[in-house]
């Protein structure tokens, strides 16, 4: 629980602290991560159905499309603005 929170803590300070795109992208990864040892940790207490590990195995799954989901979305937006900064995208219209 402890290492799970720090993750989770150090994943929200590089969301909250980053000026690019792929470094907050990473910062989300370590949140969802810190998410998934929680479901690990927390499915040991459940000695019959092991519903902890099966819904990790989901958020794994769901996490790695996010990824692929966003990253094709930062391609775009560098194709178009050749910037990856978020605050110097302004307009996401034309």
Not at 11 to 18: E, F, K, T, W
Not at 61 to 80: E, S, W
Request: charged content about 15%; aromatic content about 10%; overall charge positive.
């Amino acid at each position: 629980m402890v290492l799970s929170a720090a993750l989770f803590s150090i994943g929200l300070y590089g969301v909250l602290s980053r000026r690019n795109a792929v470094l907050i992208l990473a910062g989300i990864e370590l949140m969802i991560n810190a998410a998934i040892l929680n479901l690990v940790a927390f499915g040991k207490f459940d000695k019959v159905h092991d519903a902890g590990q099966v819904f990790a195995l989901f958020a794994i799954v769901l996490a790695a499309a996010a990824v692929a989901v966003a990253l094709a979305i930062i391609l775009q937006v560098y194709k178009y603005y050749k910037t990856i900064n978020p605050e110097d995208i302004r307009q996401l219209k034309d």
